[in-house]
T-cell receptor, first 112, second 115 residues
Framework: GQQLNQSPQSMFIQEGEDVSMNCTSS?????WLWYKQDPGEGPVLLIA?????ELTSNGRLTAQFGITRKDSFLNISASIPSDVGIYFC????????????FGKGTRLHILP | GAGVSQSPRYKVAKRGQDVALRCDPI?????LFWYQQALGQGPEFLTY????????KSGLPSDRFFAERPEGSVSTLKIQRTQQEDSAVYLC?????????????FGAGTRLSVL
């Protein structure tokens, strides 16, 4: 079945550093989504991308929909303590409007 | 309500016991989704409703899993004869329509532990 490869699995950074994570798929997607999940909570949507090449920002977050439709990245600038959590990429394959496929997540840790 | 509500938040079951997990979607949302999230993994799709119709149940892992949404609002995910491998967080999400542009809003999940 379709799979998303998300990397890195985890990151340890200093407060104030920039963060970059990415996701690749084995097939073409028509939507890329980035979610953040805090402990004991459900995923919360950060950014949604609908067109190849689209670059979208949400505050300190920036994400892009890859030209090949098989990849996406998320950047976080000037990280702060509340950025700690698990970030998931997710996507919808062509002709499958209902199902979202999630990556395995990137766990972001900020060192004191 | 303001968001997707799931109950119970935690459920401990003995192996072989039946469980029922409830999801109250955002009022007026047409679409409802169930996902299973194993420890350290991303959510995995189980099933999808549009109103009361179950349009996709391809992710249900076995015939022990059954979901319903009889009046097109509240949904129940039932697991019969629970096994240890069923231990996971079960997430419900709702959206206000179908199509690629709709946004799914997630509940906090039910953490099921099967002993």
């Amino acid at each position: 079945g379709q799979q998303l490869n998300q990397s890195p699995q985890s990151m340890f950074i200093q407060e104030g550093e920039d963060v970059s994570m990415n996701c690749t798929s084995s097939s073409i997607f028509n939507t890329w989504l980035w979610y953040k999940q805090d402990p004991g909570e459900g995923p919360v949507l950060l950014i949604a991308l609908y067109k190849a090449g689209e670059l979208t920002s949400n505050g300190r977050l920036t994400a892009q929909f890859g030209i090949t439709r098989k990849d996406s990245f998320l950047n976080i600038s000037a990280s702060i303590p509340s950025d700690v959590g698990i970030y998931f990429c997710a996507g919808r394959a062509m002709n499958r409007d209902d199902k979202i496929i999630f990556g395995k997540g990137t766990r972001l840790h900020i060192l004191p | 309500g303001a968001g997707v509500s799931q109950s119970p938040r935690y459920k401990v079951a003995k192996r072989g016991q039946d469980v029922a997990l409830r999801c109250d979607p955002i009022s007026g949302h047409v679409s409802l989704f169930w996902y299973q999230q194993a420890l350290g993994q991303g959510p995995e799709f189980l099933t999808y409703f549009q109103n009361e119709a179950q349009l996709d149940k391809s992710g249900l892992p076995s015939d022990r899993f059954f979901a319903e949404r009889p009046e097109g609002s509240v949904s129940t995910l039932k697991i019969q004869r629970t096994q240890q491998e069923d231990s996971a967080v079960y997430l419900c999400a709702s959206s206000d329509g179908g199509g690629a542009g709709n946004i799914q809003y997630f509940g906090a999940g039910t953490r099921l532990s099967v002993l």
